[in-house]
């Protein structure tokens, strides 16, 4: 799908009849510029993937009309009963820059006009990753969340050869299998765990999930 700039996607909104958000930082993104220059169009039906986006969409008084109740990823999205009729529908995706075509590409095959509103770009920190290989080194270090694909790789450029072997051996918490692969591939030694969301609660409650299983005790009996 084309890309459309920013004036262009506020003009034609009312155009569309879906409006897909990808990700809490899509949402943020657009409904930012979108409610500076009005509210949105009263047919316009809003699609989150994930519980993060719905939330993000609930922060600026909307409702998610299309969303996934289990497994946030467009895979269970395209199953949804209002995604399959979509036959000469106008859909427009936000997201970053880049990223996964299945949505997009799957919709086009029922039918639907497919556009991509691109509101943020991706980019690798910055950031000294000094402090972060000073704790490896003494330990302190026990698991990693991960929420992305960009994000995993990113980490794994930005530690170099050291800090690799030492990322390689850190458990792991990512929110989808496709992650938990690419771990695989890159690699990764120790236990990577898939979150049952991406949301802060599927987060926290794969680190405690972590955490009981490591905790777990064992009876010793005698030899």
Same mark, same amino acid.
């Given at each position: ?7 262009? /996607? @506020? ?29 949105? =169009?009263?047919?316009?039906? @809003? ?8 939330? +993000?969409?609930?922060?600026?008084? /909307? #409702? ?5 109740? *289990?497994?946030?990823? #467009? +895979?269970? @999205?395209?199953?949804? =009963? +209002?995604? *399959? ?39 690798? =920190? $910055? ?24 994000? @995993?790789?990113? /980490?794994?450029?930005?530690?170099? *050869? ?6 390689? $051996? ?18 990764? *030694? ?22 009981? #299983? ?10």
């Amino acid at each position: 799908g084309a890309v459309l700039g920013d004036v262009a /996607l @506020l003009l034609r909104l009312a155009e569309f009849d879906i409006a897909v958000f990808i990700s809490p930082n899509a949402v943020n993104k657009a409904m930012n510029r979108i409610r500076a220059a009005g509210p949105l =169009p009263e047919h316009l039906r @809003l699609a989150a993937v994930g519980r993060g986006s719905a939330k +993000e969409l609930k922060r600026f008084g /909307l #409702s998610a009309d299309i969303a996934p109740r *289990q497994r946030f990823n #467009s +895979e269970a @999205l395209l199953e949804l =009963p +209002e995604m *399959q009729d979509v036959a000469g529908k106008r859909i427009v995706i936000f997201r970053g820059d880049g990223g996964r075509e299945l949505l997009a590409e799957t919709l086009k095959e029922r039918g639907a006009e497919v556009e991509y509103a691109e509101v943020y770009r991706r980019a690798k =920190p $910055k950031a000294d990753v000094g402090a972060l290989m000073r704790h490896w080194a003494r330990g302190d270090i026990d698991v990693i969340t991960v929420t992305s694909n960009e994000g @995993l790789h990113n /980490l794994f450029d930005m530690v170099g *050869q050291l800090g690799r072997q030492w990322l390689r $051996k850190t458990p792991l918490i990512v929110v989808s299998e496709r992650q938990a692969e690419l771990a695989q591939e890159l690699g990764f *030694q120790a236990r990577t765990l898939v979150a049952e969301s991406a949301a802060d609660e599927g987060l926290l409650q794969a680190v405690k999930d972590w955490r009981q #299983s490591q905790t777990a005790t064992t009876v010793d009996t005698p030899s």
